[in-house]
């Protein structure tokens, strides 16, 4: 059965095998950066930890799961067309909902959508253009309605049970790219990598947007009700 | 050759698999712990009504993304009115208490809604998408 397989290779010698590597690089880099703004500064903001600690938490998960997702894609180039547009469709949908669901529960929906719109439509771009402009649009798409919906829901959830709903969203969109790594392991089984990179992508680009969360949800502007 | 033999057999690489059994254990901690942290200034904030010429009125305001105060207590049978003041946005304006069929947009703060609670207990009071609530106890 090729789920029993696709487990196998994640100790083997394929990009498979370096998936969950890139998972702890990325919880490495962001623990790191985390820790170090916390001793420096964060743990003076009254009441961090019940306000932001959470969705950074959670934050610093999600980096940690959407880019091995891109480090597979980039490790084959080149996909057919359905399974392109999947990819463009699910990293952007998710690499925009989430950020913009944090986002959205600390600084409103406006400053919400935006950074999720921002990293969706980016990272859906980059993944969806491995087969061409459908998987371009299709990234573009995704990013753009995940990015508002994620902060949509956090502000409407704001008065309800905000935290948890974070959680449940977190674990269901885990599930969903886990299943994209799976599919694209599938649909790769045959090829040949095209691509093989250490894990300089996975800290810097960790770094960028863990620092960026970070900074928005600290520092960054807010809507009226979250003055 | 033998010590070779000997690191081999007692320094076996740990498979990403169980690595990631690890990690997960680690996160399900820390996320445990960062949900029961609770944010002490959310709790509810009473404020009763201030009874004026056979009227008992309240002005609610915006405070922890929510209406301020959010619980109210006000007397039974006596007409209750209530303002949103200048710092309540958006949608919030929309305001509601379904059980004594109000539902209207007070779009300035000299708008106001006006009911005669005329049955005891704990209603709720939210704005129109129910982001926004509060109870009202009729006394």
Wanted: glycine share 10%.
């Amino acid at each position: 059965m090729s789920l029993r397989l696709f487990v196998n290779e994640l100790n083997g010698n394929r990009v498979e095998g370096e998936l969950i590597k890139t998972i702890i690089y990325s919880l490495m880099t962001s623990f790191v950066i985390l820790a170090i703004l916390y001793l420096s500064s964060l743990k003076y903001i009254n009441n961090f930890i019940p306000k932001y600690g959470l969705f950074l938490f959670l934050a610093a998960l999600s980096y940690a799961l959407i880019l091995p997702s891109v480090r597979q894609v980039r490790a084959y180039k080149e996909f057919a067309c359905m399974p392109g547009m999947m990819i463009g469709m699910t990293i952007g949908m998710i690499s925009g909902f989430l950020p913009g669901y944090f986002i959205g529960a600390t600084n409103g929906m406006f400053y919400g959508s935006i950074f999720g719109m921002a990293v969706g439509i980016l990272l859906g771009i980059l993944n969806g253009k491995s087969c061409g402009i459908m998987g371009f649009m299709e990234g573009i798409m995704a990013g753009f309605m995940g990015g508002i919906m994620g902060a949509m829901t956090a502000v409407m959830m704001i008065n309800d049970n905000l935290k948890l709903a974070g959680i449940i969203l977190f674990i269901i969109s885990s599930v969903i790219l886990i299943g994209l790594n799976y599919m694209i392991y599938k649909e790769t089984k045959e090829n040949e990598r095209q691509l093989k990179e250490d894990h300089t992508f996975t800290i810097f680009a960790t770094l960028i947007l863990i620092s960026i969360t970070t900074w928005l949800m600290i520092l960054g502007p807010r809507s009226v009700l979250f003055q | 050759m033998a010590h070779d033999t000997w690191a081999k057999e007692c320094f076996v690489p740990m498979k990403n698999t169980t690595i990631l059994g690890f990690v997960l254990l680690i996160i399900i901690a820390g996320g445990v712990f960062l949900f029961t942290k609770n944010d002490a200034s959310s709790d509810d904030i009473t404020g009763n009504a201030i009874a004026n010429n056979e009227i008992q009125k309240i002005t609610l305001g915006i405070k922890n993304y929510n209406y301020y105060p959010n619980t109210i207590t006000v007397k039974e049978g006596i007409p209750v009115r209530i303002y949103l003041d200048k710092s309540v946005p958006g949608c919030y304006r929309s305001f509601t208490i379904r059980e004594f069929g109000i539902s209207k947009n007070l779009r300035t703060p000299e708008d106001y809604v006006e009911f005669i609670p005329d049955k005891k207990g704990t209603f709720t009071f939210a704005c129109s998408m129910g982001m926004g609530r509060g109870k009202l106890i009729v006394e």
